[in-house]
């Protein structure tokens, strides 16, 4: 199993939708998920972060945590053409020496 | 302005030769990481370090080596030993290793000819 998990996609959303971006991860004592956007051939932005099970909301992005269940989530409201990119789940694993693991990344794509 | 400064931009080796990547920070950060990015692929760990003069082996440490001397710097050493370097190199940094979040510099793209 790898230790952080996300489909690949791509995943197509009219714009205006509601995109849900989905990660799963396999050390139960991580305690820190992000959330970063790429946009292609530039390095990650940081999104958000979520420590705590349950939703933090912030502008048209909602982050869900499940600890129990180990996954996290990316909720991206009213999405618009310029949301169209890679977004990368990661997760500091807590087993490891706390290192800082990416998924592979779900790609984006916000049709006008 | 505070932030991570990775150089050069571009980088072209030819096979065998030792080439070095420039990552430093101004945010005062402990903890500083070294990822590589293939086309269409996620970031995999190359290289971490917590604290000055201490770092550890990610993922895909064969063919590379790091140094942590100063809190500000962490360069990265692809050497004639890693068969395959041609990628997007990331350096990033954050406060500490536990429970803060990480930030990029502009990357470094690395072609051997």
């Known amino acids: 199993q790898k230790e952080v998990e996300q489909n690949s996609g791509p995943l197509s959303v009219p714009e205006g939708a509601i995109a849900s971006l989905n990660c799963t991860y396999s050390d139960r004592g991580s305690q820190s998920f992000f959330w970063y956007r790429q946009y292609s051939g530039k390095s990650p932005e940081l999104i958000m972060f979520?420590?705590?099970?349950g939703d933090k909301e912030d502008g048209r992005f909602t982050a869900q945590l499940n600890k129990a269940s180990q996954y996290v989530s990316l909720l991206i409201r009213d999405s618009q053409p310029s949301d169209s990119a890679t977004y990368l789940c990661a997760v500091n694993l807590w087993e490891y020496g706390n290192k800082l693991v990416f998924g592979a990344g779900t790609i984006l794509r916000v049709k006008s | 302005d505070g932030g991570i400064t990775q150089s050069p931009k571009y980088l072209f080796r030819k096979e065998g030769q030792n080439v070095t990547l420039s990552c430093e920070q101004n945010?005062?950060?402990?903890?500083m990481y070294w990822y590589r990015q293939d086309p269409g692929q996620g970031l995999r760990l190359i290289y971490y370090s917590q604290i000055v003069n201490d770092f550890q082996k990610g993922d895909i440490a064969e063919g590379y080596s790091v140094s942590r001397e100063k809190k500000e710097s962490f360069p990265l050493t692809v050497t004639s030993a890693q068969k395959n370097p041609t990628a997007f190199y990331l350096c990033?940094?954050?406060?500490?290793?536990?429970?803060?979040?990480?930030?990029f510099g502009q990357g470094t793209r690395l072609t051997v000819v």
């Open positions: 990033a940094s954050s406060i500490e290793a536990m429970n803060t979040e990480a930030f």
């Open positions: 945010l005062n950060h402990d903890a």
């Open positions: 979520i420590y705590s099970n």
